[in-house]
């Protein structure tokens, strides 16, 4: 797949793109490319924002800007990249991002990240150019670069060929395979340390017992995790 993320900081994504699941993922043949709208600005002094109509604090990136961007890097209207193209703002009130929609932008050839800095996006921006607006979760960052780090990141450790071992893919928390829950725990040697010893079942070599053990944590995780968001929330 091609993974495009527009950023004014596109040398943050220098050290992400140099992680080996990524060099891995870069390796069978997807992409994780990133342009500067500053590089498509033709404003004096390279800018990209300016002050928010109406009054109030930060600055808004522009639309014409943006505009320019996407026609320099697609070499088409953006209007129309929408139509065949997840073309995605990042912002904290968009659709929260989760295992299940992980998935559908594995699914994509070309998926693009748009990241907001300082207020975000002229709505226009939103609205003409981009398919839907995403969220990492409720709060706010400094701007888009982490959460488009965080999606890059959801979605090539899912490609193939990019873990090491492909079925940690898909037993793995929120998965199908777990019925959306979470994982269930994993030990490993020494199988005791300080007293704390690992359950027994784990050492037992039955492979139906061991399976069913795990299901059951997935479930109880599950439940416990539901019932701690019910709270807060
Ligand atoms: N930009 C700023 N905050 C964000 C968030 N929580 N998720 C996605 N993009 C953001």
Redesign the pocket.
């Given at each position: 797949m091609q993974l495009d993320v527009i950023t004014l900081f596109p040398e943050w994504f220098d050290w992400f793109a140099d992680q080996r699941h990524v060099r891995n993922a870069l390796a069978a043949g997807h992409e994780l490319r990133t342009f500067n709208p500053r590089d498509h600005t033709e404003l004096s002094g390279r800018q990209v924002d300016d002050t928010p109509f109406g009054g109030g604090a930060g600055m808004v990136l522009r639309v014409d800007v943006m505009d320019r961007a996407l026609r320099g890097v697609y070499g088409r209207d953006p209007v129309e990249l929408r139509e065949d193209r997840r073309v995605i703002a990042?912002?904290?009130g968009?659709r929260t991002l989760d295992d299940a929609y992980v998935d559908e932008l594995v699914a994509e050839d070309g998926v693009t990240l748009l990241?907001?800095r300082y207020e975000?996006f002229d709505e226009r921006i939103v609205e003409r150019f981009c398919t839907e607006t995403?969220?990492?979760?409720?709060?706010?960052?400094?701007?888009?670069e982490l959460?488009a780090m965080v999606v890059a990141d959801a979605v090539l450790r899912k490609l193939p060929g990019t873990l090491g071992h492909d079925a940690s893919a898909v037993e793995e928390s929120f998965s199908a395979a777990l019925d959306g829950d979470p994982e269930y725990p994993h030990y490993t040697r020494p199988a005791e340390y300080r007293g704390w010893a690992v359950p027994d079942v784990l050492l037992s070599g039955h492979h139906g017992r061991i399976e069913a053990w795990r299901r059951e944590r997935s479930r109880e995780r599950g439940a416990a995790g539901r019932r701690l968001d019910r709270d807060d929330g």
């Open positions: 990042l912002a904290p968009g990241c907001g975000g995403l969220s990492i979760g409720r709060y706010v960052l400094a701007g888009g959460a």
